[in-house]
């Protein structure tokens, strides 16, 4: 099993920033497309950001310019830097890996490909 330990989520001012880090607990994690979710109140659960093994990434339109996706494979661990954080910011983010190999990229946008998730931490954006 691949355990996935959530950091870095807080409460922080509109405009502000936050970095959550996604430590996993075997080196393989290299090789999997990880994505950050997140949950807002009363909303569904939905992909922030993803980053496959070679570095491709993607965002959400409503966090492109804003957001950065980025991994360290010598620590397992894969960052979401949150920077301009707004309002509508405010939700739980989970991380999660996806073991799969060769899945078309559209595929990794969707929760059900993803094999383990972390607890998730609480990010709230204030005024």
């Known amino acids: 099993q691949v355990q996935l330990v959530e950091s870095g989520g807080g409460l922080v001012q509109a405009g502000g920033s936050l970095r959550l880090s996604c430590a996993a607990s075997?080196?393989?994690?290299?090789?999997?497309?990880v994505g950050w979710f997140r949950q807002a109140p009363g909303k569904e659960r939905e992909i922030v950001a993803a980053i496959s093994r070679s570095g491709s990434t993607y965002f959400v339109d409503s966090v492109k310019g804003r957001f950065t996706i980025s991994r360290d494979n010598a620590k397992n661990t894969v960052y979401l830097q949150m920077n301009s954080l707004k309002l509508e910011d405010t939700a739980v983010y989970y991380c999660?890996?996806?073991?799969?190999?060769?899945?078309?990229?559209?595929?990794?946008?969707?929760?059900?490909?993803?094999?383990?998730w972390g607890q998730g931490t609480q990010v709230t954006v204030s005024s």
């Open positions: 999660a890996a996806d073991t799969h190999y060769g899945s078309p990229w559209y595929i990794e946008l969707l929760m059900a490909e993803y094999d383990y």
């Open positions: 075997e080196r393989t994690f290299s090789s999997y497309t």
